[in-house]
Every structure is written in C-alpha cells, then in structure tokens.
C-alpha cells in the first residue's frame, strides 16, 4: 500500500507540475533562497511547541524534560511521515524515546492527552479556515472577493458543520465523563487486562480539565502557538515567492488547507501530488495562480524532508525502526 500511494501521488505531482509550468515552479522556488533557513526554524518551533504541550500534561510527581521531549517528537514526525501507518507508529515511537526517563503509562496517557488537545485545536484551525472562506469569499493578494466554486462551497459548509457536531460531543463528554471503554467491555473493569488499562487511561483524559486547571489553558496556548507558527510559515513562504506580502488572511487559509490534506491523506507519506493539488487550487481560487500554490507545498516538502533527516538521524542513534516499535511488546501491550 506504501508503494502503490507513493506512486499515484508520485505521478499527480508531476502530471501538476507539467501542467503548471516546471520553469514558473523553479522560478518561485529560487525566490525562497536562505529563507529556506528560517523556515526550518519556524518548523522547529512547531516541534518545540507540541513538546512542551506534551511536557505539560505528564502527571507529577514524574516530569518530562523539554530536550527528551523535543527530541521524540522530531523522531516521531519522521516515522509518522516516511510509513503510510501515519499516528499508528509515529506516536508509539514518541514513547519509546522516552523510555528510561519517563514510565511508559505515564508517557502514553500524558501523550493521549495532549493528541485529544490537539486534534480539537486541528478542528478549530480547520472550521475558522472554512468560515473565512465563506464569509468573504477569500482575499487575494489584488484584494477583492472570489466566488467559490460551488462543491469547494458545499465541502466547507459540510465540514463546519461536521466539526460543531465533533465540539458538542466533546463538550457533552468532558462534562458527563461517560465509562465509554468499561460500557462496551465489562472486562475493562478487571484493572490487569489491557483493556483494563485502556480504561484507567480513558478516565485520566477525561478528568484532566478538572484535576490539572493551571496546566489546560498553557497547553492550549501551545497547540494554538502551533498554527500560528504554520500561517507564520506560509506567510514568510508566500512573501519569498511573491515578493510582497500576501494578506494576512490568505495565509491563513493556505495554511488551514494545508492542515486539511495533512488530516486527510495522513496515510501517504510526506503527501506527493495531493498537497500541490489542494494548496494549488486554493492559490488559484485566492488569485495567486496556481503555481504558487505548488511551489508553497513543495517548499514545505523541502522543510519536512531535512527534518525527517535530522529525525531519521536521532533515530538511527536509539536503534529505533518502524517494525521494532510495531513489534515492541511494552508499547502495545
């Protein structure tokens, strides 16, 4: 399956690439010259930011330190990026970089609570994006409105809607703290069984909010650092290739579609042919042409790529590989 989506996303990227105009894509790309190193930086950041939402919701008296932590997210996005199994391996491999310094319970149920955190901050990104779309039709960078195809129109109400109905039910969840795992498995109850676990860890997410108040609003703080340093990102990308700065509101929107392909097509790795094709039709939609589009998502490919190497490399030095951590007893046990 790996090699067949790499493939097909392989083959869009250039069949995309051929129709836009390499030399255009080339031009742009140019244009981005040592910004390149302050992109990397701002990608740092992100990591950074994500570590220390981590760090914060690890349970005292254990404690996470911010370099261990930074370090296994890094190594965990490599893995997450490179394999089409996505969170299913670049999460445990988080936990097995953290071994020694932190029980590995504790790890997973601190990690749990901050992907919960994060997937509703992801949710949040994503409906602002299509509320903006919506409500003035995008901003170019000539300014004006844009009338929204009408399936691009119809997706985004859909997904708004979607994502009230996923906030409701967070909402009625974190208040009523529904025994969901002990309801569909009695056993759950037995505390030794691995669904006896997944059980304990189910309430420590659900009590979180109200066992740990001082640390909520700093760890949603750090998850909304995190977007900001992506429309940051895009905004320094746009501006290198355009060479003015776009509105601020266009860099937002490029970058909630790049979250929404990101969420989508997670299983293919590093996402070839379907970034550009997304990010390239809502430049095109937004006037910047297509070709920016394009440009904008391999630029950020460029970025992925040498911090999948200095992960790759951290990787390398804790022995770590996908099928180990698949094949770790601890972790999925």
């Known amino acids: 399956m790996g090699l067949l989506t790499a493939a097909a996303g392989t083959a869009l990227f250039a069949a995309l ?6 030399a255009e894509i080339w031009t742009g790309f140019r244009q981005i010259g040592w910004g390149l190193v302050w992109i990397l930086f701002l990608g740092g950041l992100r990591f950074a930011a994500r570590a220390a939402a981590w760090s914060l919701c690890v349970e005292p008296p254990h404690t996470l330190g911010f370099g261990d932590a930074f370090n296994a997210v890094v190594c965990g996005d490599a893995l997450g990026n490179a394999t089409p199994l996505g969170p299913l391996v670049g999460e445990p491999a988080k936990i097995a970089c953290v071994r020694g310094r932190l029980p590995g319970a504790v790890a997973l149920t601190a990690l749990a609570i901050e992907n919960v955190i994060y997937t509703l901050s992801v949710a949040a990104m994503i409906a602002a994006g299509g509320i903006a779309l919506l409500s003035i039709g995008g901003a ?3 300014g004006g409105r844009v009338d929204l195809p009408l399936r691009v129109r ?19 969840v974190m208040w009523r703290r529904p025994a969901i ?10 505390g030794g069984s691995r669904i006896g676990k997944l059980r304990a860890m189910e309430q420590q997410v659900l009590t979180f909010a109200s066992r740990r108040r001082r640390v909520v609003v700093p760890v949603v703080a750090l998850e909304v650092a995190f977007h900001a340093l992506g ?43 379907v970034g550009e094709a997304g990010t390239g039709l809502i430049t095109h939609l937004l006037g910047l042409g297509a070709a920016t589009g394009v440009t904008v998502s391999i630029v950020r ?7 999948f190497l ?12 996908a099928r180990r951590v698949l094949e770790d007893a601890e972790l999925n046990g």
Not at 154 to 172: K, T
């Open 17 to 22: 690439v051929w129709s836009v105009g390499p």
């Open 140 to 142: 170019g960078l000539r």
């Open 154 to 172: 119809e997706f985004s109400e859909v997904a708004i809607a979607a994502i009230m109905v996923l906030f409701a039910a967070a909402l009625w």
């Open 181 to 190: 795992i002990g309801t569909l498995f009695p056993a759950a109850r037995a």
């Open 231 to 273: 429309v940051a990102e895009k905004h320094l990308t746009l501006w290198l290739i355009l060479g003015s700065p776009p509105a601020l509101l266009t860099s937002f929107i490029v970058e909630t579609t790049d979250r929404l392909i990101t969420v989508g097509f997670k299983f293919v790795p590093f996402q070839p042919g």
């Open 301 to 307: 490919k460029a970025r992925m790529g040498i911090w």
């Open 310 to 321: 200095i992960g790759t490399a951290l990787l390398v030095r804790r022995g770590l590989t």
